[in-house]
């Protein structure tokens, strides 16, 4: 397991009071299985990345906070460190790609954190070396670290309290912080919950390894799934993810739109790309029957472009 269940008791216990207990809602659309979402877009930066960069923070010396933080970023790590960064007085310098839309950028300026916008090699080279040239900061990786799991494990604690007889969850897959958080509390305390990663059809690089058996480098197409997809998975996540997930549900642009005005119009929810893809994904029956929760992971899209995708003239196929 990449993390244990003490891990995630702790980290429960550091990011209360920092990131909210976010509410399980049913969601009536029409289905092959009971869904339910996770809304995690409520957190005060709209997104789940608050937890695992708060139990970071609560497990860091002041000594190597106080020369500052850094992230690699698309948007959402970046807005959870900024904001914890400034709720204890250390600068926060946020490395993102230049693919980033303006309006996640705009948020980690508010929030305080100085913005580097980088070519997306670079950008993705930021995870592997777990620096940035020029800039001497504590690193805080945005997936593949244990704090980060377990304070996305601490979602997993609030599902089984919520919801125990639950019979899958579809998560969103970035980098897999979120997914191997959840699914490693889930196998020790529901190992009977299916667990499935959700990804979309221009940069699913999850399906593919795991089709392969092992990792493999695939295409990556920019779009409005902006806190998912990448061109490759890094080794040690999908070692965890061939033993803990039960599989990849890759869903199309087209699907995850629908999926983003479903939830508007069904539960007045703002779901951006990421967290569209694991709702069409639970939608499609896919997980399997019962009760299936789809995790929202955040809900920080352009308004402008949230309009032009669920607009007028669009119809949800999810009726």
């Known amino acids: ?11 429960r216990a550091n990011i209360a009071g920092v990131a909210l207990r976010t509410p399980l809602a049913r969601c009536f659309a029409d289905s092959p299985s009971e869904v339910w979402l996770k809304l995690e877009n409520l957190q ?6 608050i937890r695992g960069a708060a139990n970071v923070m609560a497990r860091t010396s002041r000594h190597l906070l106080e020369r500052g933080v850094l992230t690699a970023s698309a948007g959402n790590m970046a807005q959870g460190v900024a904001f914890c960064a400034r709720r204890i007085g250390v600068p926060a310098t946020i490395v993102a ?10 948020a980690v300026k508010r929030l305080g954190g100085r913005v580097i916008q980088a070519p997306f090699a670079e950008w993705w080279r930021c995870f592997e070396t777990r620096s940035y040239p020029g800039v001497e900061a504590t690193f805080i990786h945005a997936f593949d670290d244990a704090d980060v799991m377990a304070g996305n494990g601490t979602i997993a ?5 919520d919801l125990p007889d639950l019979d899958a969850v579809v998560i969103p897959w970035g980098g897999g912080g979120l997914s191997l958080g959840i699914a490693a509390v889930l196998r020790q305390l529901a190992p009977r919950v299916r667990i499935f990663a959700a990804e979309v059809a221009t940069a699913a690089p ?13 295409d990556y197409t920019p779009s409005f799934v902006d806190g998912i997809g990448s061109k490759m998975v890094f080794r040690n996540m999908f070692e965890h993810a061939q033993r803990l997930l039960d599989g990849s549900l890759v869903v199309t642009l087209e699907e995850a739109a629908d999926a983003m005005r479903m939830a508007a119009e069904r539960n007045r929810i703002i779901a951006e790309g990421a967290s569209a893809c694991a709702i069409a994904a639970a939608l499609s029956g896919r997980a399997g029957s019962g009760k299936v929760v789809a995790i ?15 607009g007028p003239g669009r119809r949800t196929t999810f009726i």
């Open 44 to 49: 005060p930066v709209g997104a789940f990345k």
């Open 206 to 218: 999850l399906a593919a390894s795991l089709a392969a058996g092992e990792p493999r480098t695939v």
């Open 296 to 310: 929202v992971s955040g809900g920080n899209i352009d308004l402008d472009k949230f309009s032009q995708l669920t």
């Open 97 to 106: 790609p230049d693919t980033a839309p303006a309006t996640k950028i705009d």
């Open 157 to 161: 604690l609030e599902l089984l309290e």
């Open 1 to 11: 397991m990449p993390i244990t269940l003490a891990q995630v008791d702790e980290a």
